[in-house]
């Protein structure tokens, strides 16, 4: 840590905590966009492969806790009812990952960007899109492939998780539940992957670790936040943050 000190200087450290206590603290009241906020705004003074770093071990152990929050009995229900939609997404992702040089990563952020935009703009508008509560095994498994097709290619697989789960208008502490669930898993694989690329070094790796402390203290206060607020209003916030991701997304094809 004394080595990210003397080359990034004390300014950029304090900047990072305040941006991971931030982005904490929406993952703690909508369950997810932690490492869309620490990327997007980490890279604006950081360097690429840094800021990737940084955000790894805050959003592992932060999608732990969220999973967890209600204890491993309750996480592992959420696993089993949503099973397919998980299924389907690793072996997607893991056949698409292989083809990252074919698809423009462009192409594939609008591809996700634009109906994850268009989505959430009509929800907001009161054009309510539902699935049945009955879930439809079929409509689960596309969705979940698609999402974990995209994420293969783009390492972005939020967006359609959440669009999917609040069309099912999941129960506001379930939906966090599923997304810990989910967002944990691929974020284990993602942080192996760069253990070996070696994006987490003995430069990033402390810097890292470090960062969880803001993240859970952020996690810590959205979470006060969300267990204050009903039903409706979650599903609202949720939305507005999902319209952000979308627009960020279709941002980063264009520019």
Same mark, same amino acid.
């Given at each position: 840590?004394?080595?990210?000190?003397?080359?990034?200087?004390?300014?950029?450290?304090?900047?990072?905590?305040?941006?991971?206590?931030?982005?904490?603290?929406?993952?703690?009241?909508?369950?997810?966009?932690?490492?869309?906020?620490?990327?997007?705004?980490?890279?604006?003074?950081?360097?690429?492969?840094?800021?990737?770093?940084?955000?790894?071990?805050?959003?592992?152990?932060?999608?732990?806790?969220?999973?967890?929050?209600?204890?491993?009995?309750?996480?592992?229900?959420?696993?089993?009812?949503?099973?397919?939609?998980?299924?389907?997404?690793?072996?997607?992702?893991?056949?698409?990952?292989?083809?990252?040089?074919?698809?423009?990563?462009?192409? =594939?952020?609008?591809?996700?960007?634009?109906? %994850?935009? +268009?989505? /959430?703009?009509?929800? #907001?508008?009161? &054009?309510? *899109?539902?699935?049945?509560?009955?879930?439809?095994?079929?409509?689960?498994?596309?969705?979940?492939?698609?999402?974990?097709?995209?994420?293969?290619?783009?390492?972005?697989?939020?967006?359609?998780?959440?669009?999917?789960?609040?069309?099912?208008?999941?129960?506001?502490?379930?939906?966090?539940?599923?997304?810990?669930?989910?967002?944990?898993?691929?974020?284990?694989?993602?942080?192996?992957?760069?253990?070996?690329?070696?994006?987490?070094?003995?430069?990033?790796?402390?810097?890292?670790?470090?960062?969880?402390?803001?993240?859970?203290?952020?996690?810590?206060?959205?979470?006060?936040?969300?267990?204050?607020?009903?039903?409706? =209003?979650?599903?609202?916030?949720?939305?507005? %943050?999902? +319209?952000? /991701?979308?627009?960020? #997304?279709?941002? &980063?094809? *264009?520019?």
């Amino acid at each position: 840590m004394t080595q990210f000190f003397s080359e990034f200087g004390l300014f950029t450290v304090v900047l990072a905590f305040a941006v991971t206590w931030g982005a904490g603290m929406v993952k703690g009241i909508v369950g997810f966009a932690m490492p869309m906020i620490m990327i997007s705004v980490l890279g604006g003074f950081l360097p690429p492969d840094v800021a990737l770093a940084a955000l790894l071990i805050p959003t592992l152990v932060s999608n732990g806790i969220q999973a967890l929050r209600q204890g491993p009995a309750a996480a592992w229900q959420s696993m089993k009812r949503f099973r397919v939609y998980m299924l389907c997404g690793l072996v997607t992702m893991i056949l698409s990952a292989q083809l990252v040089a074919v698809v423009p990563i462009k192409v =594939l952020l609008l591809l996700i960007g634009v109906p %994850v935009a +268009l989505f /959430a703009v009509t929800q #907001l508008m009161g &054009r309510h *899109l539902t699935l049945p509560k009955g879930k439809d095994l079929r409509i689960e498994a596309a969705i979940g492939a698609f999402a974990g097709f995209i994420g293969g290619f783009s390492g972005v697989w939020g967006p359609p998780t959440v669009a999917y789960l609040t069309a099912l208008d999941t129960e506001k502490r379930e939906q966090m539940r599923v997304q810990g669930v989910i967002y944990g898993l691929g974020a284990v694989a993602l942080t192996s992957a760069h253990f070996g690329s070696g994006v987490l070094n003995t430069l990033t790796l402390p810097f890292s670790i470090v960062l969880v402390v803001p993240a859970v203290l952020g996690m810590w206060l959205g979470g006060r936040i969300q267990d204050r607020i009903d039903q409706a =209003l979650f599903r609202h916030l949720t939305l507005i %943050v999902l +319209l952000v /991701a979308g627009l960020n #997304l279709i941002r &980063r094809a *264009l520019f």
